[in-house]
């Protein structure tokens, strides 16, 4: 059954937004090397901007799931959006890298906000079951269409005009968003809208020692893996934050098992299709973004593509993933997210495949070559995308869904990360390539023989 006209509304302004924030992420990733020429700073320093956004989105998620739950998703929602506008205002305007670096970090505290508040606002949207399935199965495609549009506009942009235009595109649509909620979102989205008492649920408890700990130790191990691109896993550059990290995240999970009301619930994780969920918006994550910087640095440096044209030759994949995603949904219906979760990671693993043995090759033309294997990965990462967000927040209370949007939201943001980190060591970009799909391969089939 469709959605009615005002579930349709509020659905466009919640997934451009969620759009936006993925956008917004890989928004520097092309012109990178033309911003450090401008400001003048050294690789590590560059390293640290293009990670910024990230940290703070991904260590603040578990934190602003809770504020969603407790104040109500519209109003953290909005929060978040005015945070997030007002770093976008002053990202395009920094007069050094100093700014810059801290309008990033800004950013990412807002989206940290705005991600799990959005979809805590769908599910009061969409109350049903059924209904918000189907919503999620759509949903689970939108990162991924941020994060290819966000390779593709930047590239563009910074050829055509400046790396700095590129933050129009998440202040406008800030700007929108703020404007049209008051008139599509519910006016009281979110089950703690109340303040207690009959017929007004009470509010969570916020765990600040949880969130601090969690939100130092996630930054803090990330920030330790994204510098293995350029240090080596030994280097006191690199084990000095990695290892501060985990100490953190231990002492974060003895701090959830005494909590009267724990920021992440020691059990919330344990629950088979959740844990399947995650495990596979993580992983399919990850072999998207690994495609994306492997090829972007492999047509610029070993074909001397333009940026320009780095980024239209992901233009296939976009509309391969628009295309199968439209379909996602139905197939969810039909055969149960589960199966086309297991099937998008196999189809993946086939295009990743295809792209170790011959996108590679620059004696292979790209209508050969590299195309096929974009064009499978985009249909297989758009179906695992969909059934894996539908695995990831099924089965959740209604008290509870912002927190089942930090986490979902933190394994997307988190397992490039983690994975591409990991994949460093084995070697050059086809062995990367080969293990990307080996472990899609070894995902589907753990999909195939879970009972879930």
């Known amino acids: 059954m469709a959605p009615p006209r005002s579930g349709r509304a509020a659905f466009v302004l919640l997934g451009g937004v969620q759009v936006t924030l993925i956008f917004t992420l890989a928004a520097v990733a092309v012109p990178l090397p033309g911003i450090g020429v401008e400001f003048g700073v050294r690789r590590e320093e560059l390293i640290l901007l293009s990670a910024a956004y990230g940290l703070t989105f991904a260590g603040l998620l578990l934190f602003g799931g809770r504020l969603a739950d407790r104040y109500g998703g519209r109003r953290a929602l909005t929060a978040g959006l005015l945070v997030f506008g007002l770093a976008s205002v002053a990202a395009p305007l920094a007069p050094g890298y100093d700014a810059l670096l801290t309008a990033r970090l800004v950013q990412g505290a807002g989206a940290a906000l705005i991600a799990p508040a959005a979809m805590a606002v769908l599910r009061t949207v969409f109350p049903s079951p059924t209904a918000y399935g189907g919503a999620m199965a759509t949903w689970g495609g939108l990162s991924v269409l941020g994060a290819t549009a966000g390779n593709l506009l930047s590239g563009v942009i910074s050829a055509l005009l400046s790396w700095r235009w590129a933050f129009a595109v998440p202040l406008a649509v800030t700007v929108a968003a703020l404007a049209l909620a008051p008139r599509v979102l519910p006016a009281a989205a979110g089950p703690h809208s109340g303040t207690g008492g009959p017929g007004h649920p009470a509010r969570p408890r916020l765990d600040l020692p949880g969130a601090l700990l969690a939100t130092a130790g996630l930054s803090s191990a990330s920030y330790g893996l994204v510098l293995t691109d350029a240090w080596p896993w030994t280097s006191g550059r690199v084990l000095t934050p990695l290892v501060t990290g985990v100490v953190l995240l231990a002492m974060f999970v003895g701090v959830e098992r005494r909590a009267p ?82 099937a998008g990671l196999a189809v993946g693993a086939v295009g990743l495949v295809l792209l170790a043995l011959l996108g590679l090759n620059d004696s292979v033309p790209y209508a050969y070559g590299l195309l096929p294997g974009l064009v499978l990965l985009a249909a297989g990462v758009a179906g695992s995308f969909a059934g894996a967000a539908v695995l990831a927040t099924d089965r959740v209370p209604a008290e509870r869904t912002g927190l089942a949007g930090g986490v979902h939201n933190t394994a997307m943001e988190t397992g490039p990360t983690v994975v591409f980190a990991l994949l460093l060591g084995v070697g050059g970009d086809a062995a990367s390539l080969a293990m990307t799909a080996a472990l899609f391969g070894t995902a589907a089939l753990a999909l195939r023989l879970a009972r879930v």
């Open 261 to 342: 009301d724990p920021l992440l619930p020691p059990g919330f994780l344990l629950d088979g299709r959740r844990a399947l969920g995650l495990a596979a918006t993580a992983l399919t994550a990850a072999g998207t973004a690994t495609v994306f910087v492997l090829f972007s640095l492999h047509l610029q440096d070993e074909r001397g593509w333009s940026a320009l044209r780095t980024s239209t030759a992901f233009v296939p994949f976009a509309v391969a993933l628009l295309a199968s995603g439209r379909v996602a949904g139905r197939l969810i219906g039909r055969y149960g997210a589960p199966v086309l979760t297991g």
